[in-house]
């Protein structure tokens, strides 16, 4: 009997050497973790229960049958992340470069369907060489199986991607339909076709970093949620991330005890709006003053600034943010925050996390760029997004709604709950200046006229009350009072019930 409990030893420490000491000095020669380092810094302490650490693949090519080491390049299983369940799996780059095998990509599978089964989040770690190209076809079977299960559980359980090394060719495909990617600075990097073949095809020089770094994905694609110095901050960061969400779409969002009065009045917010109509404004210090205990987590800081998204707790519950910037573009719509804010309140809706619209917009980016590039379409993403969504919806308006981008910014007939104003709230089909060139047109050579046109439109429209009159707005509220009102429009929303007409799936413009 000792001697099967040593052998069971043995092969468990074998094991967990993956590809051996000198490839293990490598990955952290490159400043990298190991794959089992970064599930221990992921998980609490000692919570991890593996599966399948002793499965070997199957490929007689190549000499193949001469090298099986256990685990087949990746490292499976579940734990919990501050006591709540999550499946996660870690790609071994110090086995074949951590490429994917047929076996390597049924304990992908086997993780993925018992997330989907026992509802709870996936959590991949990708760090690999792509396909095992000894196995050919059947590796790219493996991706395959992978990618149907990525579209099965979208919007059953979150799955967050880390992609902390190498992630290329149609690999990429698997993290792209997961619900976030973060990655980390200058040792991972995500392209469809590497430096060498963009040379050949093209004749562009560029590195792997400026090719498909984090810098890149967060930036310019979009394609990356979050970039992160090092692997143990990325790590962090992604406990902090899953401590918001839900596990799956059969629960609510976590609640979580809360040290931070609904009623905190914010006086400062009181002044918050500056006088000048065209004086930005920094929205964060709203969303930050709103939250409990200031605690904010922002999705796609780096891209399309005009529009700000993230998670907040109100009473310890989840809440999704979106607001618009008045600090960038003047916090205008335009293809990529329509873009940005879309996926972000399509996810909220999936996992029934209620959503906080702050609103302060011009309108959409006007130009040729923006037409060119569909702007017509995109920007009908985020109208989709909020009409469809039937999670509870907040609205506040601190400035200016004008236009469609009044409507589209969970507006009253997008089925908003509880849509408030500031009393700074303008809401307009358009500003003072250019209302009054179009309907006074005759006038534009008479500066007394037309600055009598612009007081009087701003003295009718520049107000929040023509739409208050109207019901569309719920009520003006003070801004001090701001935390207080929207907390307490959730609260008043916990039951709620809305389901919208049966169909297979919308047709979301995409
Ligand atoms: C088998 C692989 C491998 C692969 C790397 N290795 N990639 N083994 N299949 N795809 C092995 C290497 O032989 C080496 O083994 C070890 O992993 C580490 O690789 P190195 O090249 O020494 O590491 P590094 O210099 O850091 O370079 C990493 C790399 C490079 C950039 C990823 O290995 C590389 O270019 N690999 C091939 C990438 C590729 O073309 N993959 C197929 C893409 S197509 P030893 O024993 O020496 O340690 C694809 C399609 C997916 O993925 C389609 C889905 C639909």
């Known amino acids: 009997m000792k001697d099967i409990l040593s052998e069971l030893e043995d092969r468990r420490a074998t094991a967990r050497l993956g590809g051996g000491e000198r490839r293990i000095e490598a990955q952290h020669g490159r400043g990298k973790l190991t794959a089992r380092e970064r599930i221990d810094l992921l998980l609490d302490e000692a919570s991890f229960e593996e599966f399948d650490m002793f499965v070997a693949h199957r490929c007689v090519d190549f000499g193949m049958e001469k090298q099986r080491p256990a685990g087949d390049g990746v490292v499976t299983g579940w734990g919990t992340i501050n006591g709540r369940m999550v499946y996660v799996f870690s790609q071994d780059f110090t086995v074949f470069g951590g490429s994917l095998s047929e076996t390597h990509a049924q304990k992908i599978c086997k993780i993925m369907d018992m997330a989907m089964q026992n509802g709870a989040p996936v959590i991949g770690i990708n760090d690999s060489g792509g396909a095992r190209i000894q196995e050919g076809v059947a590796s790219l079977a493996g991706y395959a199986e992978v990618f149907q299960r990525n579209i099965m559980a979208s919007g059953v359980v979150p799955q967050i991607s880390l992609v902390m090394g190498p992630c290329a060719g149609g690999a990429v495909y698997s993290p792209a339909m997961t619900d976030f990617i973060f990655m980390v600075k200058d040792s991972s990097y995500m392209f469809v076709t590497g430096p060498d073949v963009v040379k050949t095809v093209t004749n562009e020089v560029v590195t792997a970093e400026e090719l ?281 929303l916990r039951n709620k019930k809305l389901q919208n007409p049966w169909k297979k799936h919308d047709n979301i413009p995409l």
């Open 212 to 492: 498909g770094g984090a810098i890149t994905h967060t930036k310019k694609s979009s394609v990356a949620d979050g970039a992160f110095e090092n692997d143990v901050e990325a790590l962090a960061e992604v406990r902090r991330l899953v401590d918001f969400l839900p596990l799956s779409n059969r629960e609510k969002p976590p609640v979580r005890p809360f040290f931070d009065e609904a009623k905190r009045v914010e006086n400062s917010l009181d002044t918050l709006v500056p006088e000048n109509p065209n004086t930005p404004y920094d929205m964060k210090e709203l969303i930050v003053k709103l939250a409990d205990e200031g605690d904010f987590y922002e999705i796609q800081e780096d891209y399309a600034k005009n529009i700000i998204t993230g998670f907040v707790r109100l009473e310890g519950q989840t809440v999704g943010v979106v607001a618009n910037q008045p600090m960038v573009l003047a916090g205008c719509l335009d293809i990529d925050s329509s873009r940005k804010a879309a996926r972000f309140v399509r996810f909220c809706d999936a996992f029934e996390i209620p959503i906080l619209t702050l609103v302060d917009v011009p309108g959409f980016l006007p130009g040729t760029s923006q037409e060119y590039g569909g702007v017509i379409k995109h920007g009908a993403k985020l109208l989709f997004a909020y009409g469809e969504a039937t999670v509870p919806k907040v609205t506040v308006i601190t400035r200016k709604a004008y236009g469609g981008a009044y409507d589209v910014m969970a507006s009253k007939h997008l089925r908003g709950d509880f849509n408030y104003a500031w009393p700074t709230a303008e809401i307009a089909v358009m500003g003072a200046k250019g209302a009054v060139e179009i309907i006074h047109r005759a006038d534009l050579g008479d500066a007394d006229k037309i600055a009598a046109h612009t007081a009087e439109y701003e003295e009718r429209f520049a107000n929040p009350f023509v739409a208050a009159e109207k019901g569309f707005i719920d009520e003006v509220i003070f801004p001090h009072n701001t935390r207080m009102r929207v907390c307490r429009a959730f609260a008043s």
